[in-house]
Nanobody, 124 residues
């Protein structure tokens, strides 16, 4: 069983930054691709970013390109989402997800494991 625990959410003003972390346990972390998704109240869950397990290739939603970066530290079994130039529309619960294999996927249905989420609120 894989456990994912997100942290780093909070309240920030527009234009500010936050770094989310997702700590994984219970599997060989380095062989899993990881994703970040978010869900705002009353809206569907949306893809934010993904990173594969081997070469560290990344993929981002158009809405966050140039503002967010994603990285991983396999030695610490942790992935990070650095969020800069935050906007009120980035307000959501952010979820970390894991899937086996190296292909980057933007569909949450391709992910096997999910964290409990961390709230990010951006005030205007």
């Amino acid at each position: 069983q894989v456990q994912l625990v997100e942290s780093g959410g909070g309240l920030v003003q527009a234009g500010g930054s936050l770094r989310l972390s997702c700590a994984a346990s219970g599997h060989t972390f380095s062989t899993y691709s990881m994703g970040w998704f978010r869900q705002a109240p009353g809206k569907e869950r949306d893809f934010v970013a993904a990173i594969n397990w081997n070469v560290g290739s990344t993929k981002f939603a158009d809405s966050v390109k140039g503002r967010f970066t994603m990285s991983r530290d396999n030695a610490k079994n942790t992935v990070y989402l650095q969020m800069n130039s935050l906007k009120p529309e980035d307000t959501a619960v952010y979820y970390c997800a894991a899937r086996s294999g190296g292909t980057l996927r933007i569909d949450g249905g391709n992910y096997n494991y999910w964290g409990q989420g961390t709230q990010v609120t951006v005030s205007s």
